[in-house]
């Protein structure tokens, strides 16, 4: 995750781009947890 976030210069101090980049991790794991849902979802269907 600090990886995601760090700047180009590497230091970790606040700022609002390390808010917003937070947030943009946040959406990529909200995207990843919807389309595993909706995998597991189908898989049910199908096997019922």
């Known amino acids: ?3 995601l976030c ?3 210069t590497g230091r970790q101090a606040f ?7 937070a947030i ?6 909200r995207d990843a947890y919807v ?3 909706d995998i597991f979802r189908k ?3 199908i096997n019922a």
């Open 15 to 21: 700022r609002p781009s390390a808010f917003f980049c």
């Open 24 to 29: 943009k991790v946040m959406e990529v794991y």
């Open 6 to 8: 760090t700047s180009l």
């Open 43 to 45: 898989l049910k269907e």
């Open 35 to 37: 389309r595993l849902e």
């Open 1 to 3: 995750m600090k990886l």
